[in-house]
């Protein structure tokens, strides 16, 4: 069974710097999808960014981007030039490719981010 | 992206009743599926609700406990059945279908069973 790790309970940042967050995760799959979702007090989980395992290329959204190592199964969330509304409770997650049948997201146990102001 | 609807929002319900939660989407999507977070948790998958079929749950969630509705391709229910305070947790539902393979969530619905 895949799982996921993010070893950072928590981590802060001051506004407009930047910061990355860990995951890493363990899988004897080929191909599969990674995402990053926020959740802020609202609980509300929004989509951060996604990237396909058979891509080489980070996929990057505005001020996020990820360094997506494959070899190492790490897949970690830079957040440029942080704003408060960043301020979250963030989730790696990881998903088989549809030809495995099972589409569900398993997820880390999440990093709460504060931004300092 | 989806949109996703869920009634109700947060409702404080007596041990021993039953909850049923709604989740509507904005246009028809192949997959939906409901997650539980446990106060302080991260999401854990309970079932994912098929169309036309049985829901198919995962380990340590069962139908009795969990039933699962999807009439369609927008709407699904979850109920919460004889609850007890273990219960008590943020139920999502998530959908995924379209042109993109992401799942997109609800705003989940808080229940604390007394």
């Known amino acids: 069974a895949q799982t996921v790790t993010q070893s950072q309970p928590e981590m802060s940042v001051q506004e407009a710097e930047t910061v990355t967050l860990s995951c890493t995760y363990d899988?004897?799959?080929?191909?599969?999808?990674l995402f990053w979702y926020k959740q802020p007090p609202s609980r509300q989980m929004i989509l951060v960014i996604r990237?396909?395992?058979?891509?080489?290329q980070n996929a990057t959204e505005n001020r996020f981007s990820v360094n997506f190592q494959k070899a190492a199964k790490s897949f970690s969330l830079k957040i440029s030039d942080s704003q408060l509304g960043d301020a979250a409770m963030y989730f790696c997650?990881?998903?088989?490719?549809?030809?495995?049948?099972?589409?569900?997201?398993?997820f880390g146990q999440g990093t709460r981010l504060t931004i300092n102001p | 992206s989806a949109v996703i609807s869920q009634k109700p929002s947060r409702d404080i319900c007596q041990r021993g009743t039953s909850l049923t939660i709604q989740c509507q989407v904005d246009?028809?999507?192949?997959?939906m599926f409901w997650y539980r977070q446990q106060p302080g948790q991260s999401l854990t998958l309970i079932a994912t609700a098929n169309q036309g079929s049985e829901a198919t749950y995962e380990s340590g969630f069962v139908i009795d406990k969990f039933p699962i509705s999807r009439p369609n391709l927008t709407f699904s229910t979850l109920t919460v059945s004889n609850m007890s305070p273990e219960d008590s947790s943020i139920y999502l539902c998530?959908?995924?279908?379209?042109?993109?393979?992401?799942?997109?969530f609800g705003p989940g619905t808080r229940l604390t069973v007394l």
């Open positions: 998530s959908a995924q279908g379209g042109s993109t393979d992401t799942q997109y």
């Open positions: 990237q396909e395992a058979y891509k080489q």
């Open positions: 246009s028809q999507v192949t997959m």
């Open positions: 997650a990881y998903r088989s490719p549809p030809s495995q049948g099972a589409q569900k997201l398993v």
């Open positions: 899988t004897s799959e080929s191909d599969y999808y």
